[in-house]
């Protein structure tokens, strides 16, 4: 490992070596899946360009090291400035996207799910509560809206930064989940594949049904997003990645 490198471009390099097309096909190994988790673990804010979302709002010093790193007069993003959700790209190629949905209190991303996707995801700063479901059967593909028995996983799980990175698989961990800031915070995501419509994998949005005669469970029918949703964008100003271009076009 290169000392020098920033954090996020170690978490890149993993990202490319655990999740390229060249790599083993399937799902990552369990090996693979702590390694990134570890990286993730060792993520804050700072080490993605955003400032603000720790005690006292200043960035933490375990971050000097990759501040020396960065060019002089580097800028970082307010965490006080989001408020509304926003997404923060930081880079997304056919096999692996990493962004920051940076949540303002008491902003909800609706109940959604990942389809084929393996998702690992570190809670930077703040807290928030979480509902998932994995599909009961194998995830509903037919019909013109989505509709299916769903397992509950989670119902109204606390999260406080700082706490470990959490992984989902296309069919269990809470593949369907909704996140609900109940501070300001900001969850750095790593998607493998990243969402595409054409390719089988769009985005989409549910309502529950609890069911009363069988408890643990929920009907789960798709849904539209509620009036005025929005997902905000802002620009990645954290250290620049090196990317691979050789795996981005394989």
Same mark, same amino acid.
């Given at each position: 490992?290169?000392?020098? *490198?920033?954090?996020?471009?170690?978490?890149?390099?993993?990202?490319?070596?655990?999740?390229?097309?060249?790599?083993?096909?399937?799902?990552?190994?369990?090996? *693979?899946?702590?390694?990134l988790q570890d990286l993730l673990d060792g993520m804050e804010a700072a080490d993605v360009g955003i400032e603000g979302g720790g005690s006292g709002g200043e960035r933490s010093s375990s971050s000097e090291d990759d501040d020396e790193r960065s060019p002089p007069g580097r800028r970082f993003l307010s965490a006080r400035a989001f408020t509304r959700i926003t997404y923060v790209h930081i880079h997304e190629c056919d096999d692996f996207s990493i962004g920051v949905f940076c949540f303002p209190a008491g902003a909800t991303l609706p109940l959604h799910d990942h389809p084929q996707m393996v998702v690992l995801s570190k809670l930077l700063y703040g807290s928030m509560r979480v509902k998932s479901y994995d599909w009961a059967n194998a995830p509903p593909c037919s019909g013109p809206r989505k509709s299916g028995l769903a397992r509950v996983v989670a119902v109204d799980e606390m999260r406080e930064a700082p706490c470990k990175a959490s992984v989902l698989f296309p069919r269990s961990g809470g593949n369907i989940h909704s996140l609900t800031a109940v501070t300001p915070c900001a969850l750095l995501d790593v998607l493998a594949p990243p969402y595409a419509e054409d390719l089988g994998r769009p985005s989409t949005y549910f309502s529950d049904i609890p069911i009363p005669s069988l408890p643990g469970f929920a009907v789960l029918e798709e849904a539209d997003l509620p009036d005025g949703f929005r997902v905000a964008g802002a620009p990645y100003v954290g250290p620049e990645l090196t990317i691979d271009m050789d795996s981005m076009y394989n």
């Open positions: 490992m290169d000392d020098h *490198q920033s954090k996020v471009q170690r978490l890149y390099d993993a990202c490319d070596a655990v999740f390229s097309s060249g790599s083993k096909a399937g799902l990552p190994t369990l090996k *693979q899946i702590r390694w």
